[in-house]
Protein backbone atom coordinates (compact mmCIF):
# COMPACT_ATOMS: atom_id res chain seq x y z
CA UNK A 1 0.00 0.00 0.00
CA UNK A 2 2.89 2.24 0.79
CA UNK A 3 4.73 1.71 -2.50
CA UNK A 4 1.44 2.38 -4.34
CA UNK A 5 1.00 5.67 -2.73
CA UNK A 6 5.01 6.34 -3.44
CA UNK A 7 4.04 5.74 -7.18
CA UNK A 8 0.87 7.92 -7.09
CA UNK A 9 3.17 11.06 -5.82
CA UNK A 10 5.74 10.73 -7.82
CA UNK A 11 3.00 10.25 -11.03
CA UNK A 12 1.48 13.40 -9.91
CA UNK A 13 4.66 15.41 -9.64
CA UNK A 14 5.69 14.14 -13.63
CA UNK A 15 2.38 15.46 -14.57
CA UNK A 16 2.73 18.86 -12.80
CA UNK A 17 6.19 19.01 -14.46
CA UNK A 18 4.45 18.04 -18.06
CA UNK A 19 1.96 20.74 -17.37
CA UNK A 20 4.47 23.50 -16.45
CA UNK A 21 6.22 22.74 -20.07
CA UNK A 22 3.38 22.54 -21.86
CA UNK A 23 2.78 26.19 -21.07
CA UNK A 24 2.96 28.34 -23.45
CA UNK A 25 5.91 30.95 -23.92
CA UNK A 26 3.70 34.13 -23.40
CA UNK A 27 3.15 32.49 -19.38
CA UNK A 28 6.81 32.39 -19.11
CA UNK A 29 7.13 35.86 -19.09
CA UNK A 30 8.95 37.89 -16.25
CA UNK A 31 6.54 39.16 -13.84
CA UNK A 32 6.82 41.93 -10.91
CA UNK A 33 7.95 39.26 -8.04
CA UNK A 34 7.02 39.93 -4.73
CA UNK A 35 8.88 40.07 -1.72
CA UNK A 36 12.22 39.61 -3.81
CA UNK A 37 14.70 39.79 -0.72
CA UNK A 38 12.80 37.19 1.58
CA UNK A 39 15.38 34.61 0.21
CA UNK A 40 18.64 36.77 1.34
CA UNK A 41 18.04 36.59 4.91
CA UNK A 42 20.80 34.15 6.97
CA UNK A 43 18.50 33.02 9.13
CA UNK A 44 14.50 33.06 9.22
CA UNK A 45 11.80 31.20 10.74
CA UNK A 46 8.52 30.23 9.96
CA UNK A 47 5.69 27.82 11.38
CA UNK A 48 3.56 24.34 9.51
CA UNK A 49 0.85 22.29 9.37
CA UNK A 50 -0.35 19.17 7.25
CA UNK A 51 -1.31 15.86 7.06
CA UNK A 52 0.34 12.23 7.00
CA UNK A 53 -0.14 8.99 6.62
CA UNK A 54 1.56 6.13 8.66
CA UNK A 55 2.53 2.46 7.71
CA UNK A 56 4.90 -0.17 9.24
CA UNK A 57 6.85 -2.80 6.70
CA UNK A 58 6.88 -6.15 8.36
CA UNK A 59 9.19 -8.64 7.41
CA UNK A 60 7.10 -12.16 8.45
CA UNK A 61 9.27 -16.06 9.58
CA UNK A 62 6.10 -18.14 9.20
CA UNK A 63 6.30 -19.25 12.72
CA UNK A 64 4.17 -21.92 13.79
CA UNK A 65 2.21 -21.72 17.40
CA UNK A 66 0.90 -25.11 18.31
CA UNK A 67 -1.86 -24.83 20.91
CA UNK A 68 -2.42 -27.13 23.66
CA UNK A 69 -4.61 -29.59 21.61
CA UNK A 70 -2.17 -29.89 19.29
CA UNK A 71 -3.52 -27.72 16.66
CA UNK A 72 -0.93 -25.44 14.86
CA UNK A 73 -1.49 -21.82 13.55
CA UNK A 74 0.69 -19.56 11.95
CA UNK A 75 -0.08 -15.51 11.48
CA UNK A 76 0.88 -13.19 9.85
CA UNK A 77 0.40 -9.13 9.58
CA UNK A 78 -0.25 -6.25 7.50
CA UNK A 79 -1.43 -2.30 7.72
CA UNK A 80 -4.00 -2.37 4.68
CA UNK A 81 -5.06 0.65 4.74
CA UNK A 82 -4.42 4.61 6.10
CA UNK A 83 -5.89 6.83 8.02
CA UNK A 84 -4.64 10.48 7.89
CA UNK A 85 -2.78 11.89 11.11
CA UNK A 86 -2.04 16.19 11.55
CA UNK A 87 1.30 17.19 12.13
CA UNK A 88 2.27 20.53 12.98
CA UNK A 89 5.98 22.07 13.96
CA UNK A 90 8.00 25.71 13.86
CA UNK A 91 10.63 25.74 10.98
CA UNK A 92 14.40 27.60 11.45
CA UNK A 93 16.44 27.66 7.79
CA UNK A 94 19.91 28.71 7.66
CA UNK A 95 21.02 30.18 4.09
CA UNK A 96 24.53 28.66 2.69
CA UNK A 97 24.16 29.37 -0.50
CA UNK A 98 21.48 31.05 -3.06
CA UNK A 99 20.87 27.18 -3.77
CA UNK A 100 21.22 25.15 -1.05
CA UNK A 101 20.06 26.15 3.10
CA UNK A 102 19.83 23.93 6.22
CA UNK A 103 16.32 23.38 7.76
CA UNK A 104 15.65 22.37 11.43
CA UNK A 105 11.73 21.71 11.86
CA UNK A 106 10.75 20.36 15.20
CA UNK A 107 7.49 18.69 14.51
CA UNK A 108 4.52 16.96 16.59
CA UNK A 109 2.72 14.39 14.42
CA UNK A 110 -0.43 13.12 15.85
CA UNK A 111 -1.87 9.44 14.29
CA UNK A 112 -2.64 5.90 14.26
CA UNK A 113 -2.09 3.12 11.86
CA UNK A 114 -4.68 0.13 12.14
CA UNK A 115 -3.00 -3.80 12.07
CA UNK A 116 -4.22 -6.54 10.57
CA UNK A 117 -3.49 -9.80 11.77
CA UNK A 118 -4.82 -12.75 9.84
CA UNK A 119 -4.19 -17.37 10.75
CA UNK A 120 -3.34 -18.39 7.29
CA UNK A 121 -5.13 -21.66 7.61
CA UNK A 122 -8.53 -21.05 8.96
CA UNK A 123 -9.10 -17.38 8.01
CA UNK A 124 -9.56 -16.18 11.36
CA UNK A 125 -8.23 -12.58 12.26
CA UNK A 126 -8.14 -9.94 14.49
CA UNK A 127 -6.72 -6.10 14.37
CA UNK A 128 -4.78 -3.65 17.14
CA UNK A 129 -4.47 0.08 16.08
CA UNK A 130 -1.49 1.54 17.16
CA UNK A 131 -1.76 4.62 18.54
CA UNK A 132 1.14 7.51 18.03
CA UNK A 133 2.19 11.21 18.98
CA UNK A 134 5.44 11.40 17.35
CA UNK A 135 7.71 14.66 18.73
CA UNK A 136 10.25 14.67 15.82
CA UNK A 137 13.44 17.40 14.60
CA UNK A 138 13.80 16.77 11.45
CA UNK A 139 17.49 18.20 9.78
CA UNK A 140 17.29 18.26 6.26
CA UNK A 141 19.54 20.11 3.52
CA UNK A 142 17.09 21.98 0.86
CA UNK A 143 18.51 22.20 -2.71
CA UNK A 144 16.69 25.12 -4.53
CA UNK A 145 16.13 26.31 -8.27
CA UNK A 146 16.49 29.96 -9.64
CA UNK A 147 13.66 31.68 -8.69
CA UNK A 148 11.19 32.28 -11.70
CA UNK A 149 8.69 34.92 -10.82
CA UNK A 150 6.88 34.19 -7.73
CA UNK A 151 7.73 30.11 -7.69
CA UNK A 152 11.26 27.86 -6.81
CA UNK A 153 10.51 24.18 -6.51
CA UNK A 154 13.34 22.49 -4.59
CA UNK A 155 14.25 19.52 -2.94
CA UNK A 156 14.77 18.36 0.56
CA UNK A 157 16.65 15.10 1.67
CA UNK A 158 17.82 14.79 5.98
CA UNK A 159 16.92 12.43 9.17
CA UNK A 160 14.36 12.71 11.21
CA UNK A 161 15.35 11.14 15.07
CA UNK A 162 11.63 10.44 16.60
CA UNK A 163 10.03 9.33 19.91
CA UNK A 164 6.92 7.93 20.61
CA UNK A 165 5.43 9.55 23.29
CA UNK A 166 1.93 7.19 23.87
CA UNK A 167 3.37 4.17 23.26
CA UNK A 168 0.99 1.23 25.12
CA UNK A 169 1.71 -1.82 26.52
CA UNK A 170 -0.19 -5.08 26.80
CA UNK A 171 -1.18 -4.98 23.05
CA UNK A 172 -0.76 -7.55 20.42
CA UNK A 173 2.29 -5.67 19.07
CA UNK A 174 4.63 -2.78 21.12
CA UNK A 175 6.84 -0.91 19.18
CA UNK A 176 10.52 0.69 20.76
CA UNK A 177 10.07 4.81 21.58
CA UNK A 178 12.65 5.72 19.73
CA UNK A 179 13.21 5.59 16.41
CA UNK A 180 15.15 7.49 13.42
CA UNK A 181 14.37 8.05 9.92
CA UNK A 182 15.76 9.14 6.63
CA UNK A 183 13.95 11.57 4.28
CA UNK A 184 13.64 12.74 0.84
CA UNK A 185 11.26 14.90 -0.63
CA UNK A 186 10.41 17.88 -2.94
CA UNK A 187 8.36 21.35 -3.04
CA UNK A 188 8.13 24.76 -4.00
CA UNK A 189 7.98 27.87 -2.68
CA UNK A 190 5.43 30.56 -3.63
CA UNK A 191 6.06 34.07 -3.18
CA UNK A 192 2.61 35.82 -1.96
CA UNK A 193 2.28 39.89 -1.71
CA UNK A 194 2.62 39.46 2.55
CA UNK A 195 4.39 35.40 2.82
CA UNK A 196 5.62 32.79 1.52
CA UNK A 197 3.12 29.64 1.15
CA UNK A 198 5.28 26.13 0.65
CA UNK A 199 3.78 23.34 0.07
CA UNK A 200 5.54 20.21 0.38
CA UNK A 201 5.38 16.50 -0.29
CA UNK A 202 7.85 13.91 2.22
CA UNK A 203 8.45 10.35 2.14
CA UNK A 204 9.99 8.99 5.52
CA UNK A 205 11.83 5.70 5.81
CA UNK A 206 12.54 3.86 9.28
CA UNK A 207 16.09 2.83 9.71
CA UNK A 208 15.91 0.52 12.66
CA UNK A 209 13.81 -2.59 13.53
CA UNK A 210 10.80 -0.89 16.16
CA UNK A 211 9.62 -4.33 17.16
CA UNK A 212 10.12 -4.52 20.51
CA UNK A 213 10.43 -8.90 20.63
CA UNK A 214 11.06 -9.27 24.25
CA UNK A 215 7.49 -9.50 25.35
CA UNK A 216 8.18 -9.68 29.13
CA UNK A 217 5.08 -7.40 29.45
CA UNK A 218 2.43 -9.57 28.76
CA UNK A 219 0.48 -10.82 31.00
CA UNK A 220 -1.60 -12.56 28.61
CA UNK A 221 0.78 -14.79 27.12
CA UNK A 222 -1.74 -15.81 24.37
CA UNK A 223 -0.81 -12.15 22.52
CA UNK A 224 2.80 -13.42 22.13
CA UNK A 225 2.52 -15.59 18.93
CA UNK A 226 2.01 -11.99 17.07
CA UNK A 227 4.64 -10.70 17.95
CA UNK A 228 6.44 -14.36 17.07
CA UNK A 229 5.34 -14.79 13.55
CA UNK A 230 6.98 -11.41 13.10
CA UNK A 231 10.86 -10.60 12.84
CA UNK A 232 11.40 -6.87 11.95
CA UNK A 233 8.84 -3.87 11.55
CA UNK A 234 9.44 -0.74 10.16
CA UNK A 235 7.83 2.75 10.15
CA UNK A 236 6.98 4.44 6.98
CA UNK A 237 5.65 7.84 6.59
CA UNK A 238 3.97 9.89 3.55
CA UNK A 239 3.78 13.60 4.99
CA UNK A 240 2.08 16.60 3.36
CA UNK A 241 3.18 20.10 4.90
CA UNK A 242 2.42 23.84 3.84
CA UNK A 243 4.70 26.15 5.80
CA UNK A 244 4.12 29.75 6.34
CA UNK A 245 6.97 32.21 6.30
Not at 114 to 119: A, G, H, I, M
Request: proline share 5%; net charge neutral; glycine share 6%.
Amino acid sequence: MFKRCLRIAMMMVLMAEMLVGALPAPAQTRKVQNRPYIDLRAWHYGFLFGLHLQDLEMVHNGHVNVLEDGTEESWFADVPSYSPGFNVGVLGEARFTNELSLRIIPTMYFGDKTVEFCEQLTGAGTQQTIKSTYFTVPVDMKWSAPRFNNYRPYMVAGVVPMLDLTVKKQKELLVHRLDFCFEVGMGCDFYLPFFKLIPEVKFCFGLPNVLVRDRSDLIDKNLLKYTQAIDAARSRMIVFNFYFE
